[in-house]
């Protein structure tokens, strides 16, 4: 973009495209177009995600059968050519006429149109994991082949779409004597996610935590397409629900009560439909984890619930320490509950709001209320029942208070005096302020992106650490050689912190951490290495939203007067074509690495916030553990692992530059 871009004023040299902007300029667009259109307004973009959560739309229609009685089995079926079927035995979608447009039928309607479905007022269902309406008819819009089967009253009835346009109408095509429910199959549009393919293992894995969440349900499980261990066919069904998920996540770990605090119980009392499901144990063997559901869907950034849960434990941990006369429980918050605990909270309850179509966080602030209170009771009770379990749990939650206590006293509030006390590396660059709030670390490659950068920076609130090469790659390696390695004892110094279970997020020193190293494949190799060692060694740190990565370009565009910064091939060429407005040739520099863009390049491009792009590293799991076993197969000892990573990844590579 010009310079005017990245400042966000208008370029008045720059001539608009369009002539008149009246009522003639706005577009109207039907909801399927619009759908195909902005595809992340509905299911969160095109990347492989938001493709496996297009299954998980119609699962969840079938989960909302199971839930409300009417359905015992859901089969997920991964079909050779890239289709995946739904089915169940549920009541099946209503094939009646209309009342509003009696020239389509209802399941038309369904999906065909946005806003259209029997969740909104209750009656059909009390609890569901559809809300808006959309699921079924987004799912439509973004496949190039759809085909839906009822059966109902003993007939069996078909209809057909693409891209959201029916393929002709409703018809009955045969006797269903002994057969009953909904089947949906699918195929995701290459116009919307290119190569991009469904999984069987993540598709598997989805399968098996819905079996989790409802004990009254049977999963099948069936694919055509091989997978490493992923099965060809398997059948769930989990009687103790939560409570064996939270076994078999936990696996056999030592915890900390012999037996999870598990349990079921309904709103009753609060005269609401729905109930609270929960399973949680401690262990000094891992890190702490927490998956919540609503109505099965699964909010990986928590809500309400959530909050429920932990104030019900937290009250009720301090309530026993109080019983018991251990006064330090009282200092016990919440961030030392979630230290090595395991915990699984799943509710439901009537028209939920979620944050989003894609219904990552609860918003129903009701739910918090009855979560809190439901869980609050059971706890007491657990804890005076279990006192061997309470007495350890205590012990070990008291335990982490002081340790936290103890390492807020050491360190003081101004960061001048915590910059006396701390062994800072010589090459470390500082920045002046002396409160963490609003400061930057900058970890950069080599020493001539360093000197860059040291122009580039805001001196009061950027600081820079530049690392010598690649670091060691920390799951490659033994742990002698992690604790004397010194790019990494540099970079514990510079960040205040220590690694692994004494790691404390309050000691951080920095409120960001920016990896910023060449837009290259060596950079990103680097880059890969840091985050390898931040996830193993510092999660919290991205949990909490601390570690970033940079977004220097590759290449500078200028054409007389006007200058312009682009990130890849791609786009270079895009502008070759186009031109940039200005007069003349266009020259093209390409950056070999940060230490040949001189500081102005660096600062607008890649440091100041006023005009650079940072990626803030999150971490998306669809089950406990995903993560991890990614980091394994690609950064571990084993390099069959990864060689079998390429081998199925392969055919999506597109186009390699070497």
């Known amino acids: 973009m010009s310079d005017d871009l990245l400042s966000g004023q208008p370029d008045p040299n720059l001539k608009a495209k369009a002539s008149t902007y009246d009522a003639s300029s706005i577009q109207v667009l039907e909801d399927m177009e619009h759908v195909r259109l902005r595809p992340g307004m509905y299911i969160g973009g095109k990347d492989e995600r938001a493709l496996h959560h297009m299954v998980a739309e119609i699962i969840d229609n079938s989960m909302d059968e199971a839930v409300a009685g009417h359905a015992s089995w859901i089969e997920v079926e991964l079909h050779e050519n890239g289709h995946v079927s739904v089915r169940d035995n549920g009541r099946g979608i209503p094939i009646g006429a209309h009342p509003k447009d009696p020239s389509k039928s209802?399941?038309?309607?369904?999906?065909?149109?946005?806003?259209?479905?029997?969740?909104?007022?209750?009656?059909?269902?009390?609890?569901?994991?559809?809300l808006h309406g959309v699921g079924s008819s987004v799912v439509n819009a973004l496949s190039d082949h759809l085909r839906v089967e009822v059966a109902q009253s003993k007939e069996l009835y078909a209809m057909e779409f693409s891209r959201g346009v029916p393929q002709g109408k409703l018809a009955k095509i045969g006797a269903?004597?002994?057969?009953?429910?909904?089947?949906?199959?699918?195929?995701?549009?290459?116009?919307?996610?290119?190569?991009?393919?469904?999984?069987?293992?993540?598709?598997?894995?989805?399968?098996?935590?819905?079996?989790?969440?409802?004990s009254g349900v049977e999963i099948r499980w069936k694919t055509a397409i091989k997978d490493g261990d992923t099965p060809l066919e398997a059948k769930f069904h989990f009687p103790g629900g939560l409570a064996d998920y939270l076994s078999e996540t936990m696996g056999g770990a030592t915890t900390y009560a012999d037996k999870p605090f598990a349990g079921s119980v309904s709103f009753e009392k609060f005269k609401a439909p729905g109930k609270v499901e929960w399973a949680i144990n401690w262990t000094p063997a891992r890190d702490g984890f927490i998956q919540?559901?609503?109505?099965?869907?699964?909010?990986?950034?928590?809500?309400?619930?959530?909050?429920?849960?932990?104030?019900?434990?937290?009250?009720?941990?301090?309530?026993?320490?109080?019983?018991?006369?251990?006064?330090?429980?009282?200092?016990?918050?919440?961030?030392?509950?979630?230290?090595?605990?395991?915990?699984?909270?799943?509710?439901?309850?009537?028209?939920?709001e979620f944050v989003g179509q894609t219904k990552d966080?609860?918003?129903?602030?009701?739910?918090?209320?009855?979560?809190?209170?439901?869980?609050?009771?059971?706890?007491?009770?657990?804890?005076?029942?279990?006192?061997?379990?309470?007495?350890?749990?205590?012990?070990?939650l008291v335990l982490r208070a002081e340790e936290r206590l103890r390492r807020r006293q050491e360190k003081e509030t101004q960061r001048k005096t915590a910059t006396?006390?701390?062994?800072?590396?010589?090459?470390?660059?500082?920045?002046?302020?002396?409160?963490?709030?609003?400061?930057?670390?900058?970890?950069?490659?080599?020493?001539?992106?360093?000197?860059?950068?040291?122009?580039?920076?805001?001196?009061?609130?950027?600081?820079?650490?530049?690392?010598?090469?690649?670091?060691?790659?920390?799951?490659?390696?033994?742990?002698?050689?992690l604790n004397t390695n010194q790019e990494i004892s540099d970079l514990c110094e510079a960040l205040g912190v220590q690694m692994g279970t004494r790691f404390n997020v309050e000691d951080?020193?920095?409120?960001?951490?920016?990896?910023?190293?060449?837009?290259?494949?060596?950079?990103?190799?680097?880059?890969?290495?840091?985050?390898?060692?931040?996830?193993?060694?510092?999660?919290?740190l991205i949990d909490q939203g601390h570690l970033y990565l940079a977004c220097p370009p590759l290449y500078r565009l200028t054409q007389?007067?006007?200058?312009?910064?682009?990130?890849?091939?791609?786009?270079?060429?895009?502008?070759?074509?186009?031109?940039?407005?200005?007069?003349?040739?266009?020259?093209?520099?390409?950056?070999?690495?940060?230490?040949?863009?001189?500081?102005?390049?660096?600062?607008e491009t890649t440091m100041d916030p006023k005009s650079r792009k940072l990626i803030r590293?999150?971490?998306?799991?669809?089950?406990?553990?995903?993560?991890?076993?990614?980091?394994?197969?690609?950064?571990?000892?084993?390099?069959e692992l990864r060689y079998q990573y390429i081998q199925e990844n392969a055919q999506f590579v597109e186009e390699l530059d070497v």
């Open 176 to 214: 269903a004597p002994n057969r009953r429910g909904t089947s949906v199959t699918f195929h995701p549009d290459p116009e919307i996610f290119g190569a991009l393919k469904l999984k069987p293992a993540r598709l598997f894995a989805m399968a098996r935590s819905k079996a989790y969440l409802f």
């Open 292 to 352: 919540s559901y609503c109505n099965t869907v699964p909010t990986p950034e928590g809500g309400t619930h959530e909050a429920g849960f932990w104030a019900a434990i937290l009250k009720g941990i301090k309530a026993y320490g109080e019983l018991v006369g251990n006064k330090k429980a009282q200092n016990i918050t919440r961030e030392d509950l979630t230290t090595g605990a395991g915990a699984l909270v799943s509710c439901f309850i009537r028209e939920p």
């Open 420 to 481: 006396k006390k701390l062994r800072l590396p010589g090459k470390l660059t500082d920045c002046s302020s002396k409160d963490r709030v609003g400061t930057e670390l900058f970890i950069v490659e080599g020493d001539s992106a360093g000197g860059s950068a040291k122009g580039a920076r805001k001196r009061e609130t950027q600081a820079l650490l530049p690392l010598k090469g690649k670091i060691l790659n920390v799951l490659g390696a033994a742990s002698g050689k």
């Open 361 to 396: 966080r609860l918003a129903t602030t009701e739910a918090q209320r009855m979560v809190e209170n439901s869980v609050r009771d059971h706890f007491d009770n657990w804890l005076a029942a279990d006192t061997k379990s309470a007495g350890s749990i205590l012990d070990f």
């Open 617 to 639: 590293v999150t971490i998306q799991e669809d089950f406990p553990g995903e993560t991890a076993d990614l980091v394994e197969r690609l950064m571990g000892k084993k390099p």
């Open 106 to 130: 209802a399941l038309e309607i369904i999906f065909c149109t946005l806003n259209a479905g029997g969740k909104f007022s209750g009656d059909s269902y009390e609890t569901s994991g559809g």
């Open 508 to 540: 951080l020193r920095y409120e960001k951490i920016i990896i910023m190293t060449d837009a290259d494949v060596d950079g990103a190799h680097i880059a890969a290495l840091l985050m390898t060692f931040f996830y193993t060694q510092m999660r919290p």
């Open 560 to 603: 007389g007067a006007k200058r312009l910064y682009v990130s890849d091939d791609a786009e270079k060429n895009e502008w070759m074509e186009k031109g940039l407005g200005g007069k003349g040739k266009i020259d093209v520099q390409r950056f070999k690495g940060l230490g040949e863009m001189d500081a102005k390049d660096l600062k």
